[in-house]
Structures are given as structure tokens and as C-alpha cells.
T-cell receptor, first 116, second 112 residues
Framework: GAGVSQSPRYKVAKRGQDVALRCDPISGHVSLFWYQQALGQGPEFLTYFQNEAQLDKSGLPSDRFFAERPEGSVSTLKIQRTQQEDSAVYLC??????????????FGEGSRLTVL | RKEVEQDPGPFNVPEGATVAFNCTYSNSASQSFFWYRQDCRKEPKLLMSVYSSGNEDGRFTAQLNRASQYISLLIRDSKLSDSATYLC?????????????FGKGTKLSVKP
């Protein structure tokens, strides 16, 4: 596709529900990243995949958060037993290769999660 | 000291004005720096990279002061379309590729 695509764009969940957020990276992009952006804050790193391998999950805030990219393309971020503090925009980004530290990340528009 | 700090603003300026934002960083080993732009309810987009003393792209100039550990973004001849939040970004050298540390952003509003 032309850009990084995320779905759903908006999700409202009751506290305790599980949610799954999907990311379709730019075709051919090797690296995929998930970031969390709370209101009024900058994005915060969650996790990084190179192809299907999850090389860094140091930013995941708790074991309720789980991400996968089984075939090295589409990725899913799953949040179990959602809490109100999970309310944020979840941004997915991709880059062509492992040049993530060049800062050239292409972000999707995000999935806005509201936990009631 | 937070790893990346920015003045949140907002900066309210008239069209045509010159405006500058500063960003301070804590890791003296940082070698590369970035400015991202984020429009309201949109995704961040890379605006400029700064690898040495500075970088210029049209009306935008980014400068780096390693001794004082700050980078600045200068916007000349401001346009209405420049209204956005500008995020200062530094790679997390203790982390993996793409593990970037974003500041909270500086909000710019350009008025007619």
C-alpha cells in the first residue's frame, strides 16, 4: 500500500476487555515498530520487529501487552484486561531496512484506544 | 534531567514571522537528532535530520550545539500550514534500532 495502515482507527473498550490492534506496514519494509502516545505526550517506544523476529520488547509496559508479526508483514498488538491507563493512541511505524536509528520511520495514523 | 526536553509552547506567531524552538538532551553520546512534525490527530512525520552541526532545508534550519547539548529548529517566513506540533527526537542508544526517544513536542500556531 501507499503508507502504513492501522485498524481500527478508534476503539472503545470497557475496563477488563481484551483488544487487538492491527498494523499493515509499507510493502517490503523489514522493520516494524509500535509506539504509544498518551494525550499531550510524545510517542513512547513499545517494541520492534525485524521481519518476524521481535528483537526488542523493552518498552512494553506490562505482561498484558503482547505483539506479534508471524509472517514478517502484518503485525498485531494485543492488550489483555485493559485498564484506563492504557487509553492512548497506538502508533505503528515501519522502515525499509534496519536503519531505524537514522530516524526515518514512517508512521501510520494510529489506533486511538479509550478504556472506560 | 529528562532525556529529551522541549518547551511545550504554544508559540503563537503571525504569518511571515521567524520562530525558533529549542530542545535539550541528556545523553552526551548522542550522534544523530531529528525533528518530526505532527499535525493535530495525525501521525508524526520526519521533518529534518541533524547529523553534524546543522542542516538547512528551505525555510527550515536545524542547529546542533553539542557542548550545551541542545538542538534548535528555526522556521523563517512562517506559513499558516506550519501550524503543528514539532517533536524533538533522539535515538535511544541503549536500545535497538528504531527505539527513538521523543520529546513532548512544541506546539506552533501561525495566525493570519
Amino acid at each position: 500500500g501507499a503508507g502504513v495502515s492501522q485498524s481500527p482507527r478508534y476503539k472503545v473498550a470497557k475496563r477488563g476487555q481484551d483488544v487487538a490492534l492491527r498494523c499493515d506496514p509499507i510493502s517490503g519494509h523489514v522493520s516494524l515498530f509500535w509506539y504509544q502516545q498518551a494525550l499531550g505526550q510524545g510517542p513512547e517506544f513499545l517494541t520492534y520487529f525485524q521481519n518476524e523476529a521481535q528483537l526488542d520488547k523493552s518498552g512494553l509496559p506490562s505482561d498484558r501487552f503482547f505483539a506479534e508479526r508471524p509472517e514478517g508483514s502484518v503485525s498485531t498488538l494485543k492488550i489483555q484486561r485493559t485498564q484506563q491507563e492504557d487509553s492512548a493512541v497506538y502508533l505503528c511505524a515501519s522502515s525499509l531496512d534496519n536503519r531505524g536509528n537514522t530516524g526515518e520511520l514512517f508512521f501510520g495514523e494510529g489506533s486511538r484506544l479509550t478504556v472506560l | 534531567r529528562k532525556e529529551v526536553e522541549q518547551d511545550p509552547g504554544p508559540f503563537n506567531v503571525p504569518e511571515g514571522a521567524t520562530v525558533a524552538f529549542n530542545c535539550t538532551y541528556s545523553n552526551s553520546a548522542s550522534q544523530s537528532f531529528f525533528w518530526y512534525r505532527q499535525d493535530c490527530r495525525k501521525e508524526p512525520k520526519l521533518l529534518m535530520s541533524v547529523y553534524s552541526s546543522g542542516n538547512e532545508d528551505g525555510r527550515f534550519t536545524a542547529q546542533l550545539n553539542r557542548a550545551s547539548q541542545y538542538i534548535s529548529l528555526l522556521i523563517r517566513d512562517s506559513k499558516l500550514s506550519d501550524s503543528a506540533t514539532y517533536l524533538c527526537v533522539v535515538p535511544n542508544y541503549g536500545g535497538s534500532q528504531g527505539n527513538l526517544i521523543f520529546g513532548k513536542g512544541t506546539k506552533l500556531s501561525v495566525k493570519p
